[in-house]
């Protein structure tokens, strides 16, 4: 939940924004989205969240969050938890994202998922409109989320480490269409273990942005090695938590990238964070996203 969050605060979704996921689960991104947006429409004293949207507002606003998933129980449990968490009449759909054109037209201005990184035997079987011929699901869900924003959109995604690294063709020509189509902007780094004890996978966070990605050369490298708690199967909470400083120069990059000015790092910064140009990591051909390889 504490990841979903930060993912929620660095993209900053907006009331009047679509929001969508692909993978939807049991809706985690969809409520993290909902009560940040009502956070910061709460009218000044108020304890009531989004006391400062009008009713109007309120029922387009409930109306722009939908959620995809292909497993029917997971619909099911999915919009119990959106009704517990006041949402009146929530938009989930059981849905193929990766094999079915039916929502093939429909885009989003934000898109947050955690998709699957589990690819069945044999391989996805894909339909021919994506723009990456792959059989991999974190390859294709990466591509579905870049073909569905709108010209302003945003998106933070939860993705396996062989997004990031991967030599293969179809990983490779991903990573290129990311950052020369302007879509990325910051990839962070998480430690192996975040997700026990369901998975020990090595996972990092994309995060896109179609404005502000136009507006530099360069991607903003950001490593979080420690979450506020042990990477141990129960998860214990520790003292150390690095997501805190990692939140404060995403935003601090967002904003400098919005006025047009330089982001400059402290020198404690500069042990976890790191810029690097566009041209540099196209370089060799292979659109490597691994911070530590560019770091001085």
């Given at each position: 939940r504490h990841i979903i969050n930060f993912i929620?605060?660095?993209?900053?979704?907006?009331?009047?924004?679509?929001?969508?996921?692909?993978?939807?689960?049991?809706?985690?991104?969809l409520i993290s989205a909902y009560q940040h947006i009502l956070r910061q429409n709460t009218k000044s004293g108020s304890k009531l969240p989004g006391s400062g949207l009008s009713i109007d507002e309120r029922k387009r606003f409930a109306g722009n969050f939908v959620g995809y998933d292909v497993s029917h129980d997971l619909v099911r449990l999915s919009l119990v938890n959106l009704y517990l968490h006041n949402f009146a009449d929530p938009k989930i759909h059981e849905y193929d994202t990766l094999g079915n054109l039916d929502r093939w037209d429909d885009d989003f201005d934000c898109i947050l998922t955690n998709p699957p990184f589990m690819t069945p035997k044999g391989g996805v079987k894909p339909h021919k409109k994506f723009g990456i011929q792959a059989k991999r699901s974190e390859v294709l869900f990466v591509d579905y989320i870049m073909e569905h924003l709108n010209p302003n959109g945003k998106a933070g995604i939860i993705v396996p480490e062989g997004i990031i690294f991967q030599s293969a063709?179809?990983?490779?020509?991903?990573?290129?269409?990311?950052?020369?189509?302007?879509?990325?902007?910051?990839?962070?780094?998480?430690?192996?273990?975040?997700?026990?004890?369901?998975?020990?996978?090595?996972t990092s966070i994309l995060l896109m942005d179609r404005v502000l990605a136009k507006k530099t050369k360069a991607i903003l490298f950001v490593k979080v090695e420690n979450d506020g708690f042990d990477l141990g199967a129960q998860r214990r909470p520790i003292d150390k938590n690095d997501l805190p400083r990692a939140a404060e120069i995403l935003k601090r990059y967002k904003l400098n990238l919005q006025m047009g000015k330089p982001l400059e790092f402290s020198d404690?910064?500069?042990?976890?964070?790191?810029?690097?140009?566009?041209?540099?990591?196209?370089?060799?051909?292979?659109?490597n996203l691994s911070g530590d390889r560019y770091r001085e």
């Open positions: 929620v605060s660095i993209v900053d979704p907006q009331k009047t924004d679509k929001i969508l996921d692909p993978a939807v689960g049991t809706a985690g991104f063709t179809a990983y490779k020509a991903l990573r290129k269409m990311m950052i020369d189509q302007n879509f990325l902007y910051a990839v962070v780094s998480l430690p192996s273990g975040i997700f026990q004890p369901y998975s020990g996978v090595k404690s910064e500069k042990s976890y964070a790191n810029l690097v140009s566009k041209e540099k990591i196209g370089k060799s051909g292979d659109y």
